[in-house]
């Protein structure tokens, strides 16, 4: 059988979940979920439309907010219990964390970000390194294979829904264990596009030339509703905030349309750029990689495109 | 307040890379040599911590030889002494990377206050030395932070999470691993760099136990072709770009 962890945030499900069920459930073996917290009992039903047969949920009095440690113990009581051939969880940030404590505690190794599994001893999975711009085929030996889900790997798709068996199981948490926990928050800015949801995105790089320069991609983004973004080029020189940065060590974007606009499209940066439907790139060198990485191009110098270009929208929407 | 920071060389890749023919590693004939920007910002976040606390910070490395480059670097911008774990150049996965760590943590004489990470490593990505080592020294662990604050015994760290941020409150000493964007890197000074050359760097050789993932090979993934559709040059290509605007169905609410 294989164990597969459930992310949610206070009972929300974290969709890479749904993605992860649906490449576990092709693995050839019964598929059991694991959802952490009272909180997160009503994700049941959804666990089980993508394909768990038995949904575990673990009930504690402590486990209302996120605390890696503890997940991670929940989940290393049920290796043991239950020895599954393999662990399951998405390549997100808690879900990378959480299997990594279960791999340090358990001495087995773990594999993030895989995109396709073969189980058996070895183990086979082909994962996504460098952020995803190189693929490694990898062994792993041990008893039980500790694997993460690369996001967007596969698509979610619903399988014949049953009614799944629902397993309650309490288990036993020391105080060491909620050593780090979350213990406070600051919710998102209200009415503020972020970068990561935004439906268009104007994006920056060095050829935008300064921070001022940034003044009429703001405009064109505001025209359009969307967000600014930059390349790291951009926040290493402090012109933007790093919190507007694309790419493997920024904001993965997935905009209708991004345009980019003086970046040259480094691997690392259009990383970050591969969810967006289209692109666009407005670029003086008509041999840049983002030109050939676009769906549009304009070749010709951004500062004299982007204020034709909210001229033109202007007039569009008027 | 003593702190150690963990780096990794790693090939200054930018476009299209090629294989080595065994299809083992990345051909860096042609390349330069970095380290991921989430380490350059524990590199920073180490030095700034140092000037405003006081107390001594240290870097290390597990790699081969020519890894001193990237510790030169670390000490050129403001980091006081170095540590490699040399190896033949081989990959060591997670596991025995995080154990020839712990193991040189506890042979070093100085009690870490700090030690600090990447989130993960830009050539392996792998996600967990960190967490790894915290386990076997028996200490608490944030990941993925992006502001650090020490406050008396402990310190408050914070992450992003679905455009908030999530605030942790840990004790000390502990293990952080943070993530571009903490802070803003110094470039190091001409005479940082003159004091980094000069710079002991202190050595050991872990022993080689094995690799419980091992790596079979490496592939590029395939680019779906598909073609680009040059709208003009300059700004006259402004009306044919937005008819394709509208085509996409950007101006609907
Ligand atoms: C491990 C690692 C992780 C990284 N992570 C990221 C990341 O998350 N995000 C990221 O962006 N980068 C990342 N990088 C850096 C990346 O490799 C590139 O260095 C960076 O993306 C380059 O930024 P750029 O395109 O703005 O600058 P450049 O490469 O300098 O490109 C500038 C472009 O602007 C064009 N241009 C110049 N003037 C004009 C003008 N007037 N009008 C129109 N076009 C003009 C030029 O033709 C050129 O194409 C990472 C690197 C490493 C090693
Ligand atoms: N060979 C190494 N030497 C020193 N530190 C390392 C090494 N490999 C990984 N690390 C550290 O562990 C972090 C996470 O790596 P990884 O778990 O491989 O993604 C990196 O960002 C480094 O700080």
């Known amino acids: 059988m294989i164990i597969a962890l459930i992310e949610h945030d206070r009972g929300k499900l974290n969709e890479s979940s749904l993605e992860m069920l649906t490449l576990g459930r092709g693995l050839g073996l019964p598929l059991h979920a694991v959802l952490i917290g009272e909180a997160a009992r009503p994700l049941a039903d959804r666990a089980a439309a993508f394909g768990a047969a038995t949904v575990h949920v673990v009930q504690h009095e402590r486990l209302a907010e996120y605390a890696p440690e503890a997940w991670a113990q929940c989940v290393v009581e049920l290796i043991e219990s239950l020895k599954p051939e ?32 073969k189980l058996g001893n070895p183990c086979v999975v082909t994962r996504a390194r460098w952020g995803g711009s190189l693929l490694e085929e990898a062994r792993l030996n041990g008893s039980t294979h500790l694997l993460t889900v690369a996001p967007l790997a596969v698509e979610a798709v619903e399988s014949p829904a049953r009614s799944p068996t629902i397993n309650t199981v309490t288990p036993t948490l020391d105080d060491k264990v909620f ?107 008509a041999d840049a990689p983002i030109v050939a990485a676009a769906d549009y191009a304009i070749i010709g110098d951004l500062h004299e495109v982007i204020p034709a270009l909210c001229a033109e929208v202007k007039k569009a929407m008027a | 307040m003593n702190i150690l920071v963990c780096i990794k060389r790693i090939p200054a890749t930018g476009g299209k890379v090629s294989l080595t023919a065994d299809e083992q590693e990345i051909d860096t004939r042609h390349l330069g040599f970095t380290v ?26 597990l790699g081969a030889e020519v890894s001193t480059e990237q510790l030169r670097d670390a000490m050129a911008m403001g980091i006081d002494r170095a540590i490699l774990l040399e190896t033949d150049g081989r990959e060591w996965d997670a596991g025995s990377t995080a154990a020839a760590i712990v193991e040189a943590v506890r042979a070093d004489g100085m009690n870490f206050d700090l030690l600090l990470f990447g989130n993960e490593a830009a050539d392996t990505g792998d996600y967990q030395v960190g967490i790894r080592v915290a386990h076997a020294l028996g200490l608490p662990c944030v990941t993925g932070i992006k502001s650090l604050e020490i406050k008396g015994g402990g310190a408050v760290a914070k992450r992003e999470a679905s455009g908030g941020w999530d605030i942790f409150e840990i004790p000390l000493p502990a293990v952080v691993t943070v993530k571009e964007g903490i802070n803003l890197p110094r470039y190091p000074s001409f005479q940082g760099r003159l004091k980094a050359k000069k710079k002991d760097i202190a050595r050991a050789k872990p022993q080689w136990n094995g690799n419980q993932m091992e790596k079979a090979r490496l592939k590029i993934p395939k680019e779906q072709e598909h073609q680009v559709e040059i709208l003009g040059n300059g700004p006259g290509a402004a009306p044919k770009a937005v008819e394709v605007f509208q085509k996409l169905g950007l101006f609907q609410k």
């Open chain 1, 86 to 117: 393999a662990v399951l969880a998405s390549g997100t940030d808690r879900g990378n964390e959480v299997m990594a404590h279960v791999a340090a505690q358990t001495r087995l190794p773990m594999a993030a970000n895989c995109i396709e599994i």
């Open chain 2, 36 to 61: 991921s920007p989430h380490e350059e910002c524990a590199v920073e976040e180490a030095v700034r911590l140092i000037e405003a606390n006081g107390g001594s910070s240290a870097v290390l490395t």
């Open chain 1, 179 to 285: 050593r780090v926990r979350v213990s406070g928050r600051v919710e998102a800015g209200a009415g503020k596009i972020s970068l990561a949801e935004a439906r268009v995105v104007v994006g920056g790089g060095r050829g935008v030339g300064s921070a001022e320069g940034f003044k009429p991609l703001e405009e064109l983004a505001e025209l359009m509703g969307g967000a600014v973004g930059c390349s790291r080029a951009v926040t290493s020189l402090g012109w933007r905030p790093h919190a507007e940065q694309v790419g493997q060590t920024g904001t993965r974007i997935a905009p209708d349309l991004y345009i980019a606009c003086g970046v040259s499209g480094a691997t690392q940066h259009l990383i970050g750029a591969r969810g967006s439907k289209h692109i666009l790139a407005i670029n003086t060198d």
